[in-house]
């Protein structure tokens, strides 16, 4: 049953749509609601996100006074504050934390779709209880986020698990680089995000669209060529996570974002992130980082967007 106390609100913010929650303490719905995100309409955006907030406080008179944090589809820019390369672009180049601060009345904390992944799932989802965790979102895009002691860090320049941008680690024999969005080549994004892996069944196939599910169920059905672009495709992220694990050691990497529904992934994944770090070849049982798929799936925004800030005492 819900319980009235230590209510926190979370905001995810997406390309389509505005989720808002009310969590009690112990993680159950106290509310939950959503809208249409406005198109390009900044001031209409604000507007909505206060229309949420109002519904949720006449529903839960209890949650006037509940922390509020917002989840983005995308980056802050720690120089200025202001929002950048986000899927709902009105939100670009505005200060979205100060703006969301001054039309809802109070402090607000904002974060990117992968960290409030990471708050979420080490609550009350697959991280619980891991002392480090690391998230990662495959989806349009790539990011990551960090835990330490059930608590999501943003570290020292709000950047702890900005891994999506950075460099793939071996690009070796490719004659040109991907670019990516952010102006850079051979982001770590370009190979491993839900388009790249779309790509890369259209180049093996020669041309044939397949979404990600229909390759998923490709691979399923024993499909070579689908079997062999998912598997180079693992062997990637296994590359790209080693570095993770080189540098922070979780106990458990989470997985979220459209690729992370493949559930083929989970099998031979830790033995790739193995076969890439230094000590390459730690076999099960000695790799003892776990890797798992997230629990709340895409409510892992609007629920790590509550948890960005500690429960109320
Ligand atoms: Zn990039």
Not at 45 to 73: N, Q, W, Y
Not at 241 to 267: C, F, K, N, Q
């Amino acid at each position: 049953m819900p319980e009235r106390r230590g209510l926190r609100i979370g905001f995810d913010v997406g390309g389509t749509k505005i989720a808002i929650c009310v969590l009690d303490a112990a993680g159950n719905y106290v509310f939950k609601n959503e809208t249409a995100t406005p198109r390009d309409d900044y001031p209409a955006f604000l507007e909505a996100a206060m229309a949420l907030l109002k519904k949720s406080r006449d529903a839960v008179p209890e949650a006037a006074h509940a922390t509020i944090g917002a989840g983005i589809p995308g980056e802050i820019d720690v120089l200025s504050n202001t929002v950048k390369n986000a899927n709902s672009t009105c939100l670009i180049g505005h200060n979205l934390e100060a703006d969301l601060e001054r039309v809802l009345g109070q402090k607000v904390r904002l974060a990117n779709d992968a960290q409030c992944l990471i708050a979420s799932e080490v609550h009350d989802g697959a991280a619980k209880g891991a002392a480090v965790a690391f998230g990662v979102i495959l989806g349009t895009g790539v990011g990551g986020g960090v835990a330490v002691n059930g608590e999501p860090w943003r570290g020292n320049n709000r950047l702890a698990g900005e891994w999506g941008h950075n460099p793939f680690p071996d690009r070796e024999g490719e004659a040109t680089g991907s670019p990516c969005y952010c102006g850079r080549n051979n982001c770590i994004e370009t190979v491993l995000s839900g388009p790249a892996l779309v790509a890369a069944y259209h180049d093996a196939t020669a041309g044939e669209n397949a979404q990600l599910p229909e390759i998923e169920a490709k691979v399923a059905e024993g499909d070579p060529v689908a079997g062999a672009v998912l598997s180079e495709y693992i062997d990637k992220l296994g590359q790209a996570l080693a570095t993770v694990v080189g540098v922070l050691d979780p106990e458990v990497i989470v997985l979220g974002g459209g690729v992370s529904s493949i559930t083929a992934i989970y099998r031979e994944l830790p033995e790739r992130v193995s076969a890439h770090m230094f000590h390459s070849g730690i076999s099960k049982p000695r790799f003892a980082t776990r890797i798992v798929k997230s629990k709340w799936g895409p409510d892992s925004g609007v629920r790590g967007a509550a948890r960005l800030w500690p429960l109320p005492r």
